[in-house]
């Protein structure tokens, strides 16, 4: 990308994979759609590099994640509760951060996915008197009703949400209408449904047969919650299935997922981390998963339906995701872990019955939104961002 070229800057956090999905999305996107301009795109995980008790508390998070998802709620509540992003005691100590990457890299617009950095950038955009000439603009990656307080910041130019129930709950958290626009989940354009032949080579290259039904179980960024049980329980049905599962930064949970697969009845590949999700989903005939924000709309960009993991209760962020998912008919909602193999069964001997969930997968995004995100985004820098690149830099000195 052109380094004299308008600057953006995407501030996202590594808590889950969720957000920083969507800031590779959004970079991806302006890659593939925007033609005419070449951008310098900085992405930064803001939270966790601004300071060490922020990193802390994304520790925390991504520990629950992992360890203790039915402690989840409890968590949601105390941020709602305190509003660390709103508390001079934190601004205080992240301040620096961010006014030193302003110095340094001087962007010409602002791009936050993640709830937790907008009232601190908008601070400092004040402070060096670049509010009325950068723009700050939220990509809200919760795309239903529900979703953390912290999303909500008077002092951001333009909000882009998945749906019409996001831009209620903004309204609600005092957001003037005027400032939202409803764009849809941004999702990585290498997430796209190819056909079924796709489909056959992408097993074959897993060393599966192209033509069995494929399970993927998985277990997210972080790689724990309720998946390594429901893959036990699948491991043992006597099914006529292949599975993959992902078992994502957690090395102790792929160790202990190659004990199970071994003693399985069918063909199972274990991965690790990986970059070629899309890859996975491709192969893929139903994914199991908790119904998060990004990988859920990821799947259903592949046309592959979901059995969403709500063993225990979900996120109160993810809370109308699951029902609204459901509703659609594009997920079966597990309640019990010793279900799925039934579930699984009724989709391999029900033709009728898979056939209509994966069907209801393309109703539930709204198409070509990244697209529509990335131009909602470039529209809003200045026209005089390549003539005047080194003009912010001065004033921001």
């Not at 992240?94 to 001087?106: M, N, P, T």
């Not at 990656?141 to 951001?156: E, N």
């Not at 796709?198 to 277990?219: S, Y």
């Not at 063909?267 to 924000?293: F, H, N, T, W």
């Amino acid at each position: 990308m052109n380094s004299n070229g308008p600057k953006i800057l995407i501030i996202s956090s590594d808590t889950g994979g969720g957000h920083r999905s969507a800031a590779a999305a959004i970079v991806a996107g302006i890659e593939s759609f925007v033609k005419g301009e070449s951008y310098a795109i900085r992405v930064v995980r803001a939270v966790e590099e601004s300071h060490h008790l922020a990193a802390i508390m994304v520790a925390i998070y991504n520990w629950l994640l992992r360890n203790k998802q039915h402690w989840m709620k409890y968590y949601y509540w105390l941020i709602n509760r305190f509003r660390p992003e709103t508390l001079e005691f934190f601004h205080s100590r992240c301040i620096g951060y961010v006014r030193d990457l302003f110095e340094r890299w001087c962007p010409h617009i602002v791009v936050s996915v993640h709830p937790l950095t907008q009232h601190l950038f908008a601070r400092v955009l004040k402070e060096l008197g670049l509010a009325d000439r950068v723009p700050l603009v939220t990509v809200v990656t919760d795309p239903f009703y529900g979703f953390w307080k912290g999303w909500a910041c008077d002092d951001v130019r333009l909000y882009l949400v998945a749906s019409d129930e996001a831009r209620q709950q903004l309204i609600e958290y005092g957001i003037a209408p005027e400032k939202i626009k409803i764009s849809g989940m941004p999702v990585h354009p290498k997430f796209s449904f190819p056909g079924d032949d796709a489909a056959r080579v992408a097993r074959t290259a897993l060393g599966l047969d192209p033509e069995k039904f494929t399970v993927f179980l998985n277990a997210g960024w972080e790689g724990g919650g309720n998946i390594p049980h429901i893959f036990r329980e699948l491991v043992r049905g006597e099914l006529d299935v292949q599975a993959i599962f992902l078992a994502g930064k957690n090395e102790a949970l792929r160790n202990e997922a190659e004990l199970v697969a071994a003693e399985a009845k069918f063909p199972i590949k274990v991965i690790g981390y990986s970059d070629e999700v899309e890859q996975l989903m491709r192969a893929a005939s139903v994914m199991i998963s908790k119904l998060g924000g990004s990988s859920t709309f990821e799947a259903l960009a592949c046309r592959v339906p979901i059995i969403a993991d709500v063993t225990t209760k979900p996120m109160p962020q993810e809370a109308s995701t699951v029902k609204l998912v459901a509703k659609s008919g594009a997920a079966i909602l597990l309640q019990r872990a010793s279900d799925i193999v039934p579930v699984v069964d009724r989709m391999i001997e029900d033709s009728r019955h898979y056939a209509a969930l994966r069907a209801a997968t393309i109703t539930v995004a709204i198409p070509n939104a990244t697209r529509r995100i990335v131009e909602e985004i470039t529209a809003l820098i200045p026209e005089s961002a390549t003539a005047n690149n080194e003009s912010l830099a001065e004033r921001a000195a």
